[in-house]
Structures are given as C-alpha cells and as structure tokens.
C-alpha cells in the first residue's frame, strides 16, 4: 500500500487559489481527502508579480488574499481585503489630490502594508516577512513568495496618443483601474528572468507528497510563479505527481481576466489548452493530470493525448464542500491508490 499523502504544495495566485485553499483544509479536517495524512502539511507557493508600491507602501495582493481568507479576516463579499473596512484614508488622500485614487487602501489593510514596508525597509526579505505577518493571521498553511525579488507585471496597451503607438501600465491598474476591459497587447513581467525562488520554495517542492496547480489564472498568477527560474525544473524534479484543475469552464474564466489575457499570449481558450500550455511532465512540461468541468468532457481526449491523465468533474467552487470533492477528485486522478 502507498504511504499517505503528508506533505502537499499548492501555487496560488489571489481569490481562485484563496478559495481552492479553503476547500482543501475544509477535506483535511473533514477526512474527505482520499490517502491524506489528517496531519499533512500545505505550503503554499503565492504569486508576487501582481505586487505594487502604492503612497510608499509595498503591496502584495496575492500573498494578502491567501493570508486573510485562510486566517478568516478576509472580506466574504468583496473577496478582497478586511471585513468591516472603512476607506477615511483613502477619502482624506483624494481629498488632497494625491493619485492614484483609483486603488483603494482600507484603513485596516493599511496595518498589513505599514508593518510590510517598515519590515523591508529594515532590511528583512518578503519571505521572513510574511511568515511574521502570517504569525498573527494563523492561516494553517505554510505560505511562501514564489520569490523575495521584485517582480512586477505589466500589460501593454494599443495609445495612438503615444509616439510608439503603445503605452503601459501595472497589472494592477489594468485590473482595478481598466477592470481588463483593453484588449491587451502584450504581458511584460519585469524582473522574472531574474528572479530567485524564494528560501524553502524548491526544496518544499522537492519533499512535497502532491502539488496542485488550482484554477487561478494560467498567465499572471500561476504563470508568473512557473515562470520564476528553477521552478519549473523543481516541479519536473520532484518525485509528487503535479495535478491542475482548468480555470476555463465552458470556454471562458468563471471570473477574473483569463480569458483575455490566454487570448494575448497566443493560447487557446479552452480547458484543454490550458493544460496543453503547462504541458505535459514526460515532455517537458509540468502536468501529470488535469481536472476539466463536467461541461468540458470532450476535451478529456485531447488532454489524454498530450499525455496528460484527465477526467471530467464538477469544477464550480460554490461551497466548501464542493471545493473539497474538486481537491478529493484531483488527488484520486494522479494517485489512484489513494483510495475512494
């Protein structure tokens, strides 16, 4: 018999992963998990290319949207920074003409960012950071920065107003600002090709019993984090079968701006293009199984000729519960030992 899972790594980009994360520690206390140690360890791996300086204050969405949702502050509406926010600080910086006005800082998530900024600028990395930030928030997981290097991505945009007939502009402003609204023309993440993975990120990769890729987005959440040099040598390394689950469902994102973005790096809208993107192991890629929603079991086939095990189940993370069968599902994919 296989030993239990006991050790699991999960890629996160912000709201998808955050809510994937809820339902995977929703099984383990459960017991729902099939073959999973009722005491298996989650690292999270999060995404920092969408972090932003903002009034002098580092931003790192991301890691904020895992910390919150998991340690339960996060705001269940917005899916985004504190419950019971107020916004006076942003009123009052409006008020004095300061930009930009269109990204709000709560007064509460101004804490994080201040206790961030101060730690860095005493000289310690994101890394040590946010395990210190994490001591308040007791999320239950280990959470990582993909790495403690800046790393920020940008989109480029058609402006016939500019000499070059382009502009660009933070991934945060084509998001909050522009609500990805711009066809984009191009992703530039400035600073990966010189980013190191952060301490303890390959070597969790290395001594992790399963790693899930869940359905964030394939280009600026989890993309970013594969894109972080010798991440994807860790995860075709590792001795774990790596298992992903699409976050196209019936031809588009649930929410989000996958779809746009998939469609500006040249990548097929589809459950099953996603996952021929990431690839498969035995040929390069990262994949050993992919999960494709229930409306998408036709692309089963293609997937499981670019050699890479998938099935088809319900993919919508309505509830806990749900979540949870989608982890369950994902683990008896690549581990069919595991159990029912």
Sequence with gaps: MSSAIGSIVVLSGGMGGARFLQGLQHGLRAGTLP???????????????????????????????VMYTLGDGIDPERGWG????????????????????????????????????????????????????????????????????????????????????????????????????????DVVVVGLENARPAPGVVEAIAAADLVILPPSNPVVSVGTVLGVPGLRDALRATAAPVVGLSPIVGGTHVRGM?????????????????????????????????????RDAAEVAGVTAAGIAAAAVPLMMTDHDATAAMAAAAIRLVRPDAGA
Aim: hydrophobic share 40%.
């Design 35 to 65: 073959g999973v140690a009722p005491d298996a360890a989650v690292t999270v791996i999060g995404n920092t290319a969408d972090d932003c300086w903002m009034h002098g204050l580092k931003i790192c969405p991301d890691l904020d949207t």
């Design 82 to 185: 504190r419950r019971e926010e107020s916004f006076h600080v942003k009123e009052e910086l409006a008020a004095y003409g300061v930009e930009p006005t269109w990204f709000g800082l709560g007064d509460r998530d101004l804490a994080t960012h201040l206790v961030r900024t101060q730690m860095l600028d005493a000289g310690y990395p994101l890394s040590e950071v946010t395990r210190a930030l994490c001591r308040r928030w007791q999320p239950g997981v280990e959470l990582l920065p993909m790495s403690d290097d800046r790393v920020e991505t940008h989109l480029v945009l058609a402006d016939d107003d500019a000499p070059s007939g382009k502009r660009v502009v933070h991934f945060q402003e084509y998001w909050v600002r522009l609500r990805a609204s711009v066809p984009a023309l």
């Design 258 to 294: 996958a779809h746009q973005l998939l469609e500006t790096v040249g990548v097929e809208v589809s459950a099953g293009g996603v996952a021929r993107h990431y690839g498969a192991r035995a040929d390069g890629g990262v994949l050993d199984g992919w999960l494709v929603d229930e």
